[in-house]
């Protein structure tokens, strides 16, 4: 796998034409500041996987939830908020995000971080009484 960060499409296409996936990260919301785009680099990837024929994945999708604060949270991506709530991440990275990625033919989206036990904050343990693990379990790939 690889991912990269403002190539061009041309750079892009012979880094990944070493590697079986083409997949990036999304942590776009919260860099943003709460506007629910896509990571920049996507549609460059996206097209390098499709001219290589391999898939395209997100393998870490994420966005600030419920008991974050600035001083709790990886400051490369913290817009100095306490993050949205649970189910509005549930909206944003399931309904939203998850839906346009397959409607654009990718293979994958994880969304970060699993652990299954609490502590810590939301944003970086996604455990099994959050919502998301129930939305997840019932979606149905347009």
Same mark, same amino acid.
């Given at each position: 796998? $690889?991912?990269?960060?403002?190539?061009?499409?041309?750079? +892009? &296409? #012979? *880094?990944?034409?070493?590697? @079986?996936? *083409?997949?990036?990260?999304? %942590? =776009? %919301?919260? +860099?943003? &500041?709460?506007?629910?785009?896509? @990571?920049?680099?996507?549609?460059? /990837? /996206?097209?390098?996987?499709?001219?290589?024929?391999?898939?395209?994945?997100?393998?870490?999708? $994420? *966005? /600030?939830? $419920? !008991?974050?604060?600035? !001083?709790?949270? %990886?400051?490369?991506?913290?817009?100095?908020? &306490?993050?949205?709530?649970?189910?509005?991440?549930? #909206?944003?990275?399931? @309904?939203?995000?998850?839906?346009?990625?397959?409607?654009?033919?990718?293979?994958?989206?994880?969304?970060?971080?699993?652990?299954?036990?609490?502590?810590?904050?939301?944003? /970086?343990?996604?455990?099994? =009484?959050?919502?998301?693990?129930?939305?997840?379990? $019932?979606? *149905?790939?347009?």
């Amino acid at each position: 796998m $690889g991912d990269i960060d403002g190539g061009t499409e041309s750079n +892009a &296409q #012979t *880094v990944f034409s070493y590697v @079986n996936v *083409v997949d990036d990260h999304d %942590y =776009s %919301y919260d +860099a943003d &500041q709460g506007s629910p785009s896509v @990571n920049n680099d996507f549609a460059t /990837e /996206e097209q390098v996987a499709k001219a290589l024929n391999k898939p395209f994945m997100v393998d870490e999708a $994420g *966005v /600030e939830a $419920g !008991s974050c604060s600035s !001083s709790t949270l %990886y400051n490369a991506w913290d817009n100095g908020s &306490q993050g949205t709530t649970l189910a509005n991440r549930v #909206t944003l990275l399931v @309904n939203q995000k998850a839906t346009d990625y397959f409607k654009d033919g990718n293979s994958a989206i994880d969304f970060w971080l699993y652990t299954g036990t609490g502590g810590g904050c939301s944003y /970086e343990n996604i455990t099994t =009484s959050d919502p998301i693990m129930a939305a997840a379990r $019932g979606y *149905v790939m347009p």
